[in-house]
């Protein structure tokens, strides 16, 4: 497993995390999107970078081992723990999760190293790492991922053949837990239903406008306006910032796609 924390990001610690976010001022909010394991989070963050040159993801920081086919610098940067430890210790990572025996989290260097191309930002990361930049000065808008329902998403589990059946018990205890999050005030914009995949996008499509217009969520809803699900706003108030193209907005019939309602969804997770 090889790799540290770059000599330039070494020993800058708060000092650099500040001067960090102070650079993003005036850049695109970076997009956070967070969702159980199986919902579709990876299949909708592919399709927006495949659908405009305008973003750009973030390398994480883990501790585990590569798996197959996985390439450090691309897929991770895969390092010890101890390092990790030391990163954490000298505040280099803007969000950072300890996930069972391993430790995942995003550095300020791996956020600012999109940014600076002027590009959205996209974090897909836990609930942990969602506070933790919900706390910081970081620009950004946030994202739920959600499945319809316990059933739906206990088929896409088993239907990618990779997880035993302890394993699939346990992300789907995992996913209770995450669902939970979405009645924590302050902490998401947007809720999206990944029941249809391509009404699902539509809708993440109008909220990365958002971001790349260098709006920010407030954790109180929409921008500003009642929390809970993507709603039928204008696509155009979220202009793009560069000259390059920005997602096309979806038709109209799919940009008043209204979800089942928050209430309902949580209820079907057995969650008060």
């Given at each position: 497993m090889g790799g540290t924390f770059s000599s330039e990001a070494e020993g800058q610690g708060q000092e650099n995390g500040q001067q960090t976010n102070n650079k993003i001022a005036e850049r695109p909010s970076a997009l956070v999107i967070c969702g159980p394991s199986g919902v579709g989070k990876g299949t909708l963050i592919k399709k927006l970078m495949d659908g405009s040159p305008l973003f750009g993801f973030s390398c994480s920081h883990t501790t585990r081992a590569p798996r197959e086919g996985e390439q450090h610098g691309v897929h991770y940067h895969f390092v010890s723990k101890a390092d990790f430890e030391k990163g954490i210790e000298e505040g280099l990572f803007l969000e950072y999760a300890r996930v069972h025996s391993n430790i995942y989290g995003t550095s300020f260097q791996a956020v600012e190293d999109v940014a600076s191309s002027g590009k959205c930002c996209i974090l897909d990361i836990d609930v942990q790492g969602a506070r933790l930049v919900r706390r910081s000065a970081q620009k950004a808008i946030f994202v739920f991922v959600a499945p319809p329902s316990t059933e739906a998403l206990e088929q896409r589990l088993r239907g990618r053949g990779t997880e035993s059946e302890e394993q699939v018990q346990e992300r789907l205890q995992a996913a209770k837990e995450e669902i939970a999050s979405i009645k924590e005030q302050?902490?998401?914009?947007?809720?999206?239903?990944?029941?249809?995949?391509?009404?699902?996008?539509?809708?993440?499509?109008?909220?990365?406008?958002?971001?790349?217009?260098?709006?920010?969520?407030?954790?109180?809803?929409?921008?500003?306006?009642?929390?809970?699900?993507?709603?039928?706003?204008?696509?155009?108030?979220?202009?793009?910032?560069?000259?390059?193209?920005?997602?096309?907005?979806?038709?109209?019939?799919?940009?008043?796609?209204?979800?089942?309602?928050?209430?309902?969804?949580?209820?079907?997770?057995?969650?008060?």
């Open positions: 302050g902490l998401y914009d947007y809720v999206i239903f990944n029941d249809d995949l391509e009404d699902a996008f539509a809708q993440l499509t109008l909220v990365a406008r958002r971001a790349l217009a260098g709006q920010v969520g407030n954790g109180s809803g929409s921008i500003s306006g009642p929390v809970t699900l993507v709603a039928d706003e204008d696509p155009a108030a979220a202009a793009s910032t560069s000259s390059a193209e920005p997602p096309a907005e979806p038709p109209a019939d799919q940009a008043n796609v209204r979800p089942l309602p928050l209430p309902c969804m949580c209820k079907s997770w057995g969650v008060d």
